[in-house]
């Protein structure tokens, strides 16, 4: 650091450097200390703090040349600045600026550069405060209150304001709902029980969602149906005559049922000799519910309001009486398969069966949205390339193999897990199976991989069910963990030739026959078994214990 010193009858060119932090000029003259690490712009940033405007590029050229050989060069190019004498204030006179050259101007002062900083998401902690209640009897105030609503229509009405006046309010949760339909990014209005001329009798969609962006307007209508409600197709085909008619670009369907690719959930009839052409989408309330969880808890909002309101509507959805609880019914075809596949009555071709597949679907990718919300992870169901591109031809496949042996396959795919997690419901005896295959690791020896493993299951269920998988068709050894657990060498092959791929853990739940989502129903089943499935045993796999090197396992083993 170099600092400074002159006196008042000192001209800047006779400014000489000093090797003490503080110098001291005449008697009555002033005193000046350099503090820290002096000024990070240099001189400029100095004469700058004095009211002299400095050129960025000269600055940026005189604080690189500046040395030990040219410093009465550099400061003498730098006008002198005003200073204070240590006089009484009264004394004080007003010293006039440095005098600039006829016919230029006086440069507005640019401000300082200063590092741009991501602003902070807000989520919601972790751990939920203390409540200050007496007792469990009291209820908290909520946002949006749902004990009055008595009817299907007090429901939809309140659902789909609630929902549009949030999404309105927080653009990050509004964002992301429209984002997949098209919608530009700019300001959002939301409106509800509009009133839009059809023929003798006007309609009145449940809402509407308009997006501004460089002055074009983006409108789409919405449909809302709760309580597990079907969608009407006249409705839905004369909110798409509508849009087409008045310019407007989407109509939003929004329901409990999820919708799969390939099987609309409404049939409706498009005018192609029309020049404006209207989308169709869908979403459903549990994909609402899991935008709102994955923004609250895990990626963040703008600012605590936002974050509060998305926790109000969060609750909302997920309140018993709102009817906005997403796919909970599998459908009417779900009893009469099951008597089929007991009495061994259900024959391919089925139409019955085809419902139930498609059915078992919409769960799975429930079960995927609920799993990605709570973990804040990406869960998607696996579509093997072998069972065919054509959504249709796959799921008659699955209908003919449910009519033949009486079981429901599925697969899921969750980021951060070293396999995919398999599904398979078996209706004949009731029970359902959540697996995942582990590879061998490249190194080491099949015992100190059968004990890391043990190792890494210590909390693990005790009838967690472990298979060995080789190369051969016989299979390997398989045994449950509490056998395992004093002698991890049980679940080796005895053949030390045979080559080991990797483990298979799975568990065995019953399930429910009932085809809502009740207690004891077949839906509640699932998604109970998979989160344990998940929390007990995936979760223990994540971070593996470190690996030791081949010659200390070698040491321990043999």
Not at 253 to 279: F, M, W, Y
């Amino acid at each position: 650091m170099r600092t400074f010193c002159r006196s008042p009858s000192l001209t800047p060119t006779s400014w000489r450097r000093s090797s003490s932090a503080s110098c001291t000029g005449a008697r009555e003259g002033w005193k000046f200390r350099a503090v820290g690490q002096g000024y990070e712009t240099g001189l400029a940033g100095l004469a700058t703090d004095f009211g002299v405007n400095i050129d960025d590029d000269a600055a940026a050229e005189a604080d690189e040349t500046l040395d030990d050989t040219d410093i009465d060069e550099q400061v003498a190019a730098v006008p002198a600045a005003p200073v204070a004498e240590a006089t009484p204030p009264a004394a004080l006179e007003a010293i006039p600026a440095p005098r600039l050259p006829d016919g230029e101007a006086v440069e507005p002062k640019k401000p300082t550069a200063r590092p741009r900083t991501a602003k902070k998401k807000v989520t919601l902690p972790k751990a939920v405060k203390k409540t200050l209640a007496e007792n469990d009897s009291w209820r908290q105030a909520r946002l949006f209150p749902v004990s009055a609503l008595k009817s299907d229509r007090d429901r939809e009405m309140r659902a789909t304001s609630v929902l549009l006046s949030v999404m309105a309010q927080v653009p990050e949760f509004g964002r992301r709902l429209t984002a997949g339909f098209g919608a530009p990014a700019g300001r959002m209005e939301t409106f509800t029980e509009v009133s839009l001329p059809h023929g003798d009798t006007p309609r009145r969609p449940d809402g509407v969602i308009r997006v501004e962006r460089a002055g074009k307007l983006w409108t789409a209508l919405v449909e809302t149906k709760t309580n597990g409600n079907a969608l009407k197709a006249d409705q839905v085909q004369a909110y798409m005559d509508i849009a087409a008619r008045r310019g407007y670009e989407a109509v939003i369907t929004l329901s409990n049922d999820v919708a799969l690719e390939g099987s609309p959930l409404v049939d409706v009839k498009i005018d192609r000799r029309r020049k404006h052409k209207v989308a169709l989408w869908h979403l459903s309330w549990a994909e609402v519910a899991h935008q709102a969880q994955m923004l609250i808890r895990h990626e963040g909002v703008g600012n605590a309001a936002h974050a509060w309101l998305l926790q109000e509507l969060l609750h909302y959805l997920q309140h018993e009486n709102s009817g906005c609880h997403g796919f909970q019914n599998m459908g009417p075809a779900w009893v009469p398969v099951r008597n089929g596949i007991d009495n061994e009555t259900l024959c391919r071709g089925d139409a019955r069966a085809l419902e139930v597949v498609e059915n078992w679907e919409r769960l799975i990718r429930q079960v995927c949205l609920r799993l990605g919300g709570e973990l804040g992870q990406k869960v998607l169901p696996v579509q093997r390339a072998k069972r065919g591109t054509d959504p249709n031809e796959r799921r008659s496949r699955l209908a003919d193999q449910l009519c033949s042996d009486g079981k429901l396959h599925a697969e899921l795919r969750i980021d951060g897990t070293p396999g995919v997690l398999a599904l398979h419901a078996d209706l004949r005896t009731g029970r359902l199976r959540t697996a995942i295959d582990i590879p061998a690791p490249d190194q080491g020896y099949p015992l100190a991989w059968a004990k890391r493993l043990v190792k890494r299951l210590a909390e693990a269920p005790a009838d967690l069910h472990i298979e060995t998988l080789v190369d051969s068709e016989t299979g390997g050894p398989r045994g449950t963990l509490e056998r395992l657990r004093p002698e991890p060498a049980d679940i080796l092959p005895k053949d030390t030739g045979t080559r080991i791929t990797g483990f298979r853990l799975s568990l065995l739940k019953g399930v429910g026959s009932g085809r809502g989502s009740a207690e004891t129903g077949f839906i509640r089943s699932v998604d109970d078994a998979v989160h344990r499935f998940y929390t007990t045993v995936i979760v223990h796999l994540d971070n593996p214990t470190p690996r030791r090197t081949p010659a200390k396992d070698q040491a321990t083993t043999g």
